[in-house]
């Protein structure tokens, strides 16, 4: 399985971004798909997951902001990010696994399937 995580790019405060994640091999219909970021010298952060049944989760830092969804066919996730500030900016990861259980799946280690980041600029 290979994610490809792309639409990343420099926007302005206040602005959108929306993210893409798209796996190559295999439905994300009965996994999970995370969005991860990580800031210059900072640790990588959760961002937002969703799981089979379409259950999601987000960050607190998050509040209401960004919204994650998959299409139909299950093999694309999005990361819509609206109202972005300059403190979004980071690389964002997608990530994803299919384990029977989850036992944090706001947890970066809890997944073995990563894309390669796309870089979100927000300036000020």
């Known amino acids: 399985v290979q994610l490809q995580a792309y639409g990343g790019g420099l926007v302005q405060a206040g602005d959108f971004l929306r993210l893409s994640c798209a796996a190559s091999g295999r439905s994300f219909s009965s996994g999970a798909v995370g969005w991860f970021r990580q800031a210059p010298g900072k640790e990588r952060e959760f961002v937002a997951a969703?799981?089979?049944?379409?259950?999601?989760y987000y960050g607190a830092f998050v509040k209401g902001r960004f919204t994650i969804s998959t299409d139909s066919a299950k093999t694309t996730v999005y990361l819509q990010m609206n109202s972005l500030a300059p403190e979004d900016t980071a690389v964002y990861y997608c990530?994803?696994?299919?384990?029977?259980?989850?036992?944090?799946?706001?947890?970066?280690?809890?997944?073995?399937?990563w894309g390669q980041g796309t870089l979100v600029t927000v300036s000020s």
């Open positions: 969703i799981r089979r049944g379409g259950f999601t």
């Open positions: 990530a994803a696994d299919w384990h029977p259980i989850f036992r944090s799946i706001r947890t970066a280690g809890e997944y073995n399937y």
